[in-house]
């Protein structure tokens, strides 16, 4: 039993825009794709072609990392957020002591 190919949104609109210019029968045999499987695409595309070949809540390899990335970038902002703070309280805290010297003697 063979396995089951994934096609980008990309693939599936490229093919779908193909059918304007070649027949099914040619767009179908150079890609290896069943015939209802192209009909199905073109129904989708022509039903509302914006949201078409959204996919299964599975983002495609390169949106996973796209995504992956600005979490680490969001984390990346918080903790220099956070080491700021910690800088300026610590800074603070070298002037109050440098104070509290300067009254004690």
Same mark, same amino acid.
């Given at each position: 039993m063979?396995?089951?190919r994934?096609?980008?949104r990309e693939?599936?609109? /490229?093919?779908?825009?193909?059918?304007?210019i070649r027949s099914a029968v040619e767009i179908c045999r150079e890609h290896d794709i069943?015939? *209802?499987m192209l009909?199905?695409?073109?129904k989708e595309y022509e039903q509302n072609p914006e949201e078409a070949?959204?996919?299964h809540g599975?983002?495609?390899?390169?949106? /996973?990392?796209?995504?992956?990335y600005e979490r680490l970038i969001g984390q990346l902002y918080a903790e220099i957020d956070l080491l700021?703070? *910690?800088?300026?309280?610590q800074s603070q805290l070298k002037v109050e002591e440098s104070r509290r010297r300067q009254l004690t003697k």
């Open positions: 063979g396995s089951r994934i096609f980008t693939f599936k609109h /490229s093919v779908v825009q193909q059918l304007a069943h015939p *209802n009909i199905r695409w073109k070949f959204k996919g599975k983002l495609c390899h390169e949106s /996973s990392k796209i995504a992956r700021k703070k *910690n800088i300026e309280i």
